[in-house]
């Protein structure tokens, strides 16, 4: 099976740079395995993970019928943000996502209302854009959506962290 194919549109490969995760480093637990649920071969996340001390099992195998790892750590397919919330929703397992800030605003994420707890940047995430190939494609280093760091069952310090 391949998950990436399946799941992932041709335009929906934007992988997640080291910096974007060292920048939540301080708000993971090193004593959980975090699961990078959305794998793709040319993803370079969980190694950035265990780069930054974390136990990550990342493999291609379908989100939506597997559970695995503690803690759901990712940057899922914005185009299928919905599903990834419903069965996250259906799972009840802490995650942390990064997400357009304005999917805050979406019907589907009514299940969680007073429930979640963001993590916002002070500038915009930046991503790596593939083709098809898995060959970077050279672009200017800004997104033009803000993003911000989703989290569920962390326990956080405060509901809203200014970084």
Known sequence: ????????????????????????EPFIPKNFTLWEC??????????????????????????????LGNIIITNPPFSDIKNVMKRLYILQKPFILIIPISKLCCKYMSPFKGKLQIIIPEKRINFIKCDGNGQIIKNKNTSNFDSIFLFFKMRLHSDIIFL
């Open 1 to 24: 099976m391949n998950f990436e194919k399946k799941y992932f549109k041709k335009d929906d490969q934007y992988f997640t740079c080291f910096q974007t995760w060292k920048l939540i």
């Open 38 to 67: 959305f794998y793709s071969k040319n993803s370079k996340s969980p190694d950035y993970l265990r780069e930054l001390g974390f136990d990550v099992v990342s493999e291609d195998v379908d989100f939506y019928k597997h559970d």
